[in-house]
């Protein structure tokens, strides 16, 4: 039986979301209708995303986000997003943004972008009690150059919002070496690193994230599984997993809900943390997601707290503001 309703309320900490890919579809809808744009190709006929698979998900992703034009675009994505996301009891969320679709990676264009995601936030944050953060993201399938550029835009703009780097898009484009000089500028600037691998590749992807980015945190990481070894050495660094179990399942990177490593990896060690990645893509949310892992692993109230504690723990955030999400969490 669903227990979706039960963990509404539950105070959660999230922290592998895509903002275009959290936005609800009748946003996206309405924005086209106001701007003529026909993408009508990419909802069912109940209104959802629908996408054949993960290479078809990334286009509808790209044809929804022809509707995001604008800083205002932007500012009212955000605040939708920060509603939708609140609602289910997430308290922290960080979100990756691509300064590649807010104005097409220039700096003066993605300033403008930026104000308004931040004005968002801070209007999320007095209107429904949620605190954000922001993850500037290299697309991997635009190539190593505009990881170049992309870095450099987190660099100038980094600071209280803009607290992390991130590497996203199809992750079988080249290898995790090609992006080096990205995360270490990334690093320098004062960043804190994260990286897209093992969604699709294997344990190697993992690895050579870990040697050749040194990230923090890996987004999704679950076929590092496949080697024992490697789980041991994750286990033991402490790198932190952004799992996203209802992506997998339905993007297929693992055959169902039962097959899902997430609580085999947490057995043995590793700090795992649960996500929705792209929510309305997948017909999740952190309720789902929670009601799934009890369903299917048993998970109770202690397993969800220890899962937002280490959440919380590799949180891109100062101090300061970990110290009062701690005790909104304390207080449940
Ligand atoms: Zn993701």
Request: hydrophobic share 40%.
């Amino acid at each position: 039986m669903s227990r979706v309703s039960e963990f509404r309320d539950l105070p959660k900490i999230e922290l592998h979301t895509h903002l275009e890919g959290s936005a609800p579809p009748a946003f996206i809808r309405g924005l086209a209708r106001e701007k003529n744009i026909d993408i009508s190709g990419i909802f069912d006929a109940q209104g959802n995303y629908t996408f054949r698979d993960f290479d078809h998900f990334l286009k509808v992703y790209d044809a929804a986000c022809t509707t995001l034009q604008s800083p205002q675009d932007f500012h009212r994505l955000t605040l939708a997003v920060l509603e939708e996301t609140a609602s289910h009891g997430v308290i922290y969320m960080e979100s990756f943004l691509s300064p590649d679709f807010c104005g097409g990676g220039d700096l003066v264009a993605w300033r403008d972008y930026l104000a308004a995601m931040e004005a968002a936030a801070a209007e999320g944050q007095a209107k429904f009690g949620i605190t954000m953060r922001g993850i500037i993201t290299a697309i991997r399938h635009l190539g190593p150059d505009q990881s170049r550029n992309t870095a450099r835009v987190a660099a100038e703009t980094a600071g209280d919002f803009i607290t992390g780097f991130g590497l996203a898009g199809a992750e079988m484009m080249g290898r995790p070496g090609d992006y080096t000089w990205a995360f270490d500028a990334a690093r320098e600037a004062g960043l804190q690193l994260t990286a897209h691998a093992g969604e699709w590749g294997g344990p190697d992807m993992v690895a050579e994230t870990i040697r050749d980015l040194k990230v923090s945190r890996i987004g999704h990481g679950i076929n590092a599984i496949n080697d024992l070894a490697l789980v041991d050495q994750l286990a033991e660094n402490g790198t932190v997993l952004e799992v996203c179990p209802g992506s997998n399942v339905v993007l297929q990177a693992v055959t169902d809900w039962n097959a899902h490593p997430i609580a085999r990896l947490r057995d043995r060690g590793v700090k795992v943390t649960v996500s929705t990645d792209d929510p309305p893509y997948f017909l999740t949310t952190m309720s789902d997601e929670y009601d799934a892992l009890a369903r299917y692993f048993g998970w109770g109230p202690d397993d969800f707290a220890d899962l937002n504690r280490t959440a919380l723990d590799a949180a891109f955030c100062d101090a300061k503001t970990k110290a009062k999400l701690a005790t909104r969490l304390e207080q449940q």
